[in-house]
């Protein structure tokens, strides 16, 4: 998930000082889903990121793994499937962003460290020639640059394809402005939840949900979450002394008075996680953080 | 005299009277530099960020604090021993009085409202006002204090208060404190009379920075207005006007605080909540931002064979909010970042270190009064030697 939000911070800028790409006049939007009704068999993109200027749309996957996969290339040839109809019909009653676009265009991110290795590697190399042909390439770095990699193909927006080649500093430690994927572990939700709790907090003394009512309240509409890892990360809580659950109901209570508990999960879960929780049994007292340090 | 007399005054006839306190004769003058001691109350010029507050409203807003959940036990211990009163005394203009029954002391306060900072001028001697204004305005949460970085305070020039003062004005004196949490050593630098060179003496002997200046206007050789910005607790005081000079007196009372009014909006004023809104129909689901915003904290200087390299600085950080400070909660992020949540307004920050700065990121809604509580207690608990910007991004709309 960092390299989603070390992308941002290249939208954001690192700093006061920095280029960035809303400074160069693109505007975002992200965990995007996108239905292509003039496409090839109903076409389906979920880009990480898109970006808009004037006429032009850029459509961003970034990659956070350490390969470079036979699957991204499909991602690749998909979103550059998208029809400029079935673009501007699919934003059509959006508010905030008026489409104009005649052009676009299909981007993937990884790692620097991962296309460098991958060049090196014969079966990785002809996978980076799959992406090179039927995308832009951008390689990112922790407290590096975003940058154009030099076999890529150069985007068609003139000062996207300078500010890209000169490359956007990226921060060590970016901002976690995005804190769930689809398909999150069970640590992920449970990180999740407590900073929404945190927000709730601002509101409230006690939340009492059950887990179906959890994951529509908290998790975006637009990430894949299946409700059984909501209820995991719920039990995970209850084991850990932060919640409690009804007698004879399914709902968990989760009290403002537990935060100085719920607190202490982050980084209990960078040394445990869920699946040692979870198989404890129950027992009288109930399992305290420091237990597992 | 009881300032409600001024109802329907102008508010340039009370900003006239309120001055007039300080206007000393030669002779009054000449006393004090021999006696050093002040012959009277100096006017102090708090410029205080108003979050959508009225003075009118600080009765009800009082009540609400007093019966909240939210509210700590201080700031309930505070109001029970005070009164407040407003009372209006034009459109823009109003008078607080705060009382303090244990002591018999009333204290009044002139509040001029200029959009969304208030402007409150004061003849009550610090002490007082300290225990009283302060200590509200510590409290309530619609309201918060100005900040200065020092970096500009040592830059104000003539040009910043009128051109036709070039050359009249000069850097008199300063106050440099150090009051690290984490060192029995604590300095305290007054200086009268000193100039830049003596200040950046101490700045490189004692790692402070002034946290107040003194700024003489002169018809040299005689000191004509002579006042003190108090940059570490957002208010300007003027201790002296010449008589004859009543109007360079005003002159730096208008432009002194607007120095405060402006700085104060350059760095902390929230311009773009990185507030997300989620949209969603058949063939279509994204999330977008309103905005983007961080403070980049930066050391002026970094000595690490002294306890004050970036990590030091880091470290010490996270240590005054999660083990010294009351009032936070925190939690590690990342090798170098960590999340901090303020107790009793759920605001949520991180905190990460990057090469040469420091950077906090506000979450959600995080109010401006946190963070600046955050930043302020870094610079005079961990190390004073650091100049705050702000990163405004706006996403939405251009």
């Not at chain 1, 996680?273 to 597992?292: A, G, M, Q, T, W």
């Not at chain 2, 790692?207 to 003489?216: D, G």
């Not at chain 2, 311009?271 to 961080?294: A, C, H, R, V, W």
């Amino acid at each position: 998930m960092k390299s989603i939000n070390l992308f941002y911070a290249s939208i954001v800028g690192k700093d006061e000082e920095s280029s960035s790409l809303s400074k160069a006049g693109f505007k975002p939007i992200s965990q995007v889903k996108i239905v292509d009704p003039y496409g090839d068999e109903k076409t389906e993109a979920k880009p990480d990121f898109c970006l808009f200027k004037d006429d032009y749309m850029a459509m961003i996957e970034i990659k956070s793994g350490t390969n470079v996969n036979e699957g991204d290339i499909q991602q690749l040839i998909r979103n550059g499937e998208f029809t400029i109809e079935g673009v501007r019909r699919s934003f059509r009653r959006t508010e905030n962003i008026s489409l104009e676009v005649s052009e676009i265009e299909s981007f993937i991110v990884y790692y620097k460290s991962t296309i460098d290795d991958c060049i090196e590697i014969p079966n990785c190399k002809e996978s980076f020639d799959g992406i090179i042909e039927n995308g832009i390439l951008l390689t990112q770095e922790e407290n590096g640059l975003l940058k154009l990699h030099e076999d890529s193909n150069e985007p068609k927006d003139e000062t996207l394809k300078t500010i890209l080649s000169t490359g956007i500093d990226l921060p060590k430690e970016p901002k976690t402005e995005f804190e769930i994927l689809d398909n999150p572990f069970c640590e992920n939700v449970m990180v999740f939840l407590i900073r929404k709790f945190i927000n709730e907090f601002k509101t409230t003394n006690e939340i009492l949900m059950d887990q179906f009512d959890m994951r529509k309240k908290f998790i975006p509409p637009g990430i894949a979450c299946q409700v059984y890892k909501v209820k995991n990360a719920l039990e995970c809580f209850r084991k850990l002394d932060c919640a409690t659950k009804e007698r004879g109901g399914d709902r968990y209570r989760i009290k403002k008075d537990d935060l100085g508990k719920l607190v202490k999960v982050p980084e209990f879960l960078l040394n445990n996680n869920c699946e040692d929780v979870l198989d404890e049994k129950d027992r009288e007292e109930k399992i305290s953080l420091e237990d597992f340090q | 005299m009881d300032y409600n007399e001024w109802e329907g005054k102008s508010t340039e006839y009370i900003r006239d009277e309120l001055l007039n306190s300080v206007v000393k004769t030669e002779k009054e003058i000449e006393e004090e530099e021999k006696t050093q001691k002040k012959s009277r109350s100096e006017l102090k010029i708090y410029v205080l960020k108003s979050l959508d507050c009225n003075p009118l409203d600080i009765h009800d807003e009082i009540k609400k604090m007093f019966t909240s959940e939210n509210t700590g036990s201080y700031a309930k211990s505070f109001i029970d021993k005070h009164r407040f009163e407003v009372t209006e005394l034009n459109e823009n203009t109003y008078n607080l009085k705060i009382y303090t029954p244990e002591f018999k002391k009333s204290d009044q306060f002139i509040i001029f409202v200029k959009d969304s900072y208030w402007h409150v001028w004061t003849l009550v001697r610090k002490y007082w006002a300290e225990k009283t204004l302060e200590k509200f305005v510590d409290y309530f949460p619609k309201l918060e204090k100005s900040y200065i970085n020092p970096e500009k305070l040592e830059e104000i020039t003539s040009v910043d208060l009128g051109d036709e003062m070039e050359g009249k004005s000069s850097f008199s004196g300063f106050v440099a404190k150090y009051k690290p949490y984490h060192e029995e050593k604590q300095i305290s630098i007054n200086m009268y009379g000193g100039d830049q060179g003596d200040l950046d003496t101490m700045k490189e002997e004692f790692h402070v920075e002034p946290s107040q200046i003194t700024i003489s206007m002169k018809n040299s050789p005689q000191n004509c207005v002579l006042s003190h910005f108090h940059g570490d607790e957002g208010y300007i005081s003027i201790s002296t006007i010449r008589e004859d000079y009543f109007d360079w007196g005003k002159r730096m009372a208008d432009k002194g605080s607007g120095l405060f009014e402006d700085s104060d909006k350059e760095i902390f004023e929230i311009l773009n909540k990185p507030i997300g809104m989620s949209y969603e129909s058949d063939d279509l689901s994204y999330t977008e931002f309103d905005g983007f915003q961080s403070f980049i904290l930066r050391p002026t200087f970094m000595d690490g064979n002294n306890g004050f390299s970036l990590n030091d600085i880091y470290d010490k950080t996270i240590e005054w909010f999660l083990k010294n400070k009351r009032g936070f909660y925190g939690y590690k992020w990342d090798d170098d970042s960590y999340h901090i949540i303020k107790k009793d307004t759920m605001d949520m920050i991180q905190i990460s270190k990057e090469d040469d700065y420091l950077t906090v990121y506000p979450f959600d809604d995080c109010s401006e009064k946190t963070i600046k509580l955050i930043c302020r207690d870094i610079i005079e608990k961990v190390a004073g030697n650091i100049t705050i910007n702000k990163h405004s991004c706006p996403l939405i709309g251009g």
